[in-house]
């Protein structure tokens, strides 16, 4: 079952795109601007909207670790701000300045994809923000791409109807005609599936087309066996052009939305229909599981983006945990540890965590220092991507249940050292640092601060350690 939650009605022209973080939701639109809710309540951030671009913005995205948000637009441009306090970091001209059409994160934060009208791919190197390799598809317009999970192949979709796959060296490997009459939109699940026949690993990508049609591929990346790409089934039940499509974040299930102005939610093992909305008005344009909530986002030409509570009862596959919900984190079993790794993409992991006992409360104990010394886990990326993950996770549990005072208005996250401003609200010390290096207004009301002194909300603090203390009990 799928309810309609929320409507978010703030933009003032067709919404594009829509993405989560583990904590937030950006839109944008033709309206120039983007976007940033809070997935508590759905309040937008005291920065938003993010009004950088001079035309219409088409595409938004969230870095892994959600710190860095990338926006798109007719302006030739891709814009990195920072989630925390909504500061514009680099604008990222396009080679020849031809509108981009769409943008992604690697699965690793180093580098940015950004794809433009004239078929020019740039790969940006996030940290620097240079230019690090780019190609060009020949004949139509770039206006689809997803990464494959490891980082080192991505897929890129054009409105000539060809899906091509491409190395991190920016080679193209393989080139397919997907679509009679062009590619809109092309999505790559992070869960593996098994090809029984030689017993490698496939991963299963979408497409969706201005034919009407979903297809369903299984596409093999390996350095040593370079890429195999397998089509697999078609999903119909669309009427009209399909314009977006993406997979839930455990793979078994994929949504879909259409000129026919519905979204479609299917079985991805069964290609059944398991929902159909037709709340949209006009055509939708957009939609986004979040990654660690059973929420869905659509976005659409009538200027809304509307959130949506699944009931995920389906049963998991290949061993994830069943409704994580349902068993708080510190009662999880090594089993459901494992399954859990699986899910994050890393089932490497899951023979050293079973050697270890590692159980849902020793999980969350983990630091960086017991995964170097104790696991041995050598490599600072793959420690920091196993934080990384762990941190998410113990987010999302206090989300739950976080007193909204405890939060900064700024971050939206836990205050650590909560000041004072003269506006008479409390924030994150270093927020509201950042915040103030830059502008005099106050992020609550806009007004001109009287002073930018910062007292030490000490009374806070300590209430904030009190709770946590009870949160541990």
């Avoid at 309206?31 to 950088?52: C, H, I, M, N, Q």
């Avoid at 996030?126 to 897929?155: D, I, M, Y």
Wanted: with cysteine; proline share 4%; glycine share 6%.
């Amino acid at each position: 079952m799928a309810t309609l939650i929320r409507t978010l009605a703030d933009h003032s022209d067709d919404v594009n795109c829509c993405a989560f973080s583990s904590s937030c939701l950006a839109t944008c639109s033709m309206d120039k601007t983007v976007r940033v809710y809070s997935l508590r309540g759905f309040a937008e951030l005291p920065y938003s909207p993010l009004a950088g671009h001079a035309y219409a913005v088409h595409c938004c995205c969230f870095s892994p670790s959600g710190r860095l948000l990338a926006s798109c637009s007719t302006d030739g441009t891709t814009a990195l701000w920072d989630t925390r306090h909504g500061a514009r970091l680099a604008v990222l001209p396009q080679p020849g300045h031809s509108p981009v059409r769409v943008c992604r994160f690697a699965p690793e934060p180093a580098h940015l994809l950004a794809g433009a009208a004239d078929g020019s791919v740039v790969l940006w190197n996030v940290r620097s923000f240079k230019l690090h390799r780019s190609g060009k598809v020949k004949g139509g317009s770039l206006v689809a791409c997803a990464f494959a999970p490891n980082g080192n192949f991505f897929v890129t979709g054009s409105s000539s109807g060809d899906l091509t796959i491409w190395d991190d060296k920016m080679r193209c490997l393989y080139n397919e005609k997907a679509h009679d009459l062009g590619v809109t939109c092309c999505d790559i699940s992070s869960h593996p599936v098994s090809d029984s026949a030689n017993g490698f690993k496939y991963f299963q990508m979408a497409s969706c087309g201005q034919d009407h049609q979903i297809k369903l591929w299984l596409i093999l990346f390996a350095d040593f066996l370079g890429v195999e790409l397998k089509y697999k089934c078609t999903l119909s039940g669309h009427s009209a052009p399909v314009l977006a499509c993406a997979f839930s974040c455990d793979g078994q299930m994929i949504v879909s939305g259409s000129v026919d102005k519905c979204v479609i939610i299917y079985e991805t093992s069964t290609g059944n229909t398991l929902h159909t909305l037709s709340q949209h008005t006009r055509y939708v344009t957009t939609c986004a599981f979040a990654p660690h909530s059973p929420l869905l986002a659509t976005g659409s030409m009538d200027k809304t983006v509307l959130i949506w509570q699944l009931d995920l009862k389906q049963p998991s596959a290949g061993g994830t945990v069943e409704n994580e919900s349902k068993v708080a984190v510190e009662d999880w079993s090594e089993d459901d540890v494992s399954a859990w790794l699986c899910a994050q993409d890393l089932s490497n992991f899951v023979g050293l965590f079973k050697l270890n006992n590692i159980d849902g409360k020793e999980l969350l104990n983990l630091t960086k220092e017991s995964l170097a010394n104790e696991l041995k886990i050598e490599s600072l990326g793959l420690r920091s991507k196993v934080l990384r993950k762990i941190e998410e996770l113990r987010m999302t549990m206090i989300s739950v249940s976080v007193p909204d005072e405890f939060l900064c208005p700024i971050t939206r996250e836990l205050m650590n050292d909560p000041v004072i401003a003269t506006d008479g609200y409390s924030y994150e010390r270093e927020a509201m640092e950042n915040w103030i290096s830059n502008r005099r207004s106050s992020p609550m009301t806009n007004l001109p601060l009287q002073s930018l002194m910062l007292t030490p909300n000490r009374t806070l603090k300590m209430a904030i350690s009190r709770w946590l203390e009870t949160q541990k009990k």
